[in-house]
């Protein structure tokens, strides 16, 4: 069985060549028995060994040589909060944070906005990164969400496991580039609540084999 550690390294590697990321910026974690590994803070992740991955617990105490991400609090919130949670990956991607930074909900101008859970992509309130204040506006925004914008900083996501966290972030990249662009055209005619209803009912079986 492949270490939860070097699954984590993996995908933070895997973030800059998806655009998600560039240098140290970002995070991500995984949900392991009680408590969770997350990125450490400041290393880049071509550089991590296993070694490098503190473990924390939901006190917020780590076990390991390297300080973790000062931004986790907002995953052990969500670990804390949502069973169902086992990865959460943050991001400053380009085309998020450009609509981060205008403080915008996504509306419902595209059916997949339903793959995060509703008809919108809500931003969070602003709050100064790594506070428990940011954790709240965090936790407030992904409500029965699998994602959310974080204003004038990035996205956050959160998955069953690290690829689903992954491909999350990847789709909602690719949205907020998507929306970006129609709103250059003008402004983007939006599906109705009946018939982002209709995509929500049919999403509850959407991908399973």
Known sequence: ??????????TARA????????????NVS????????ITPTGMAYDRLREDDIPLMALDGSHVGSRKPSSEWRFHRDL???RPEVGAVLHAHSPFAVSLACLRLDIPPFHYMIARF?????RCAEYAIFGSNFLSTAAMAAMAERKACLL????????GRDLDE????????????EQYWRACQLGQPVLLTAEEMGAVLEKFKGYGQQ
Not at 1 to 10: E, G, K, S, V
Not at 15 to 26: F, K, Y
Not at 151 to 158: D, I, P
């Open 79 to 81: 670990y804390a909060a």
């Open 151 to 158: 204003a004038n900083h990035g996205l956050l996501v959160a």
């Open 15 to 26: 973030m800059q060549p998806a655009g998600l990321n560039r240098g140290t910026s970002g």
């Open 117 to 121: 859970g509703g008809d919108t992509i």
């Open 165 to 176: 966290a992954l491909a999350l972030a990847i789709e909602l990249e690719e949205l907020c």
């Open 1 to 10: 069985m492949t270490d939860l550690r070097t699954q984590l390294i993996a």
């Open 30 to 37: 995984v949900r392991s028995g009680e408590g969770f590994y």
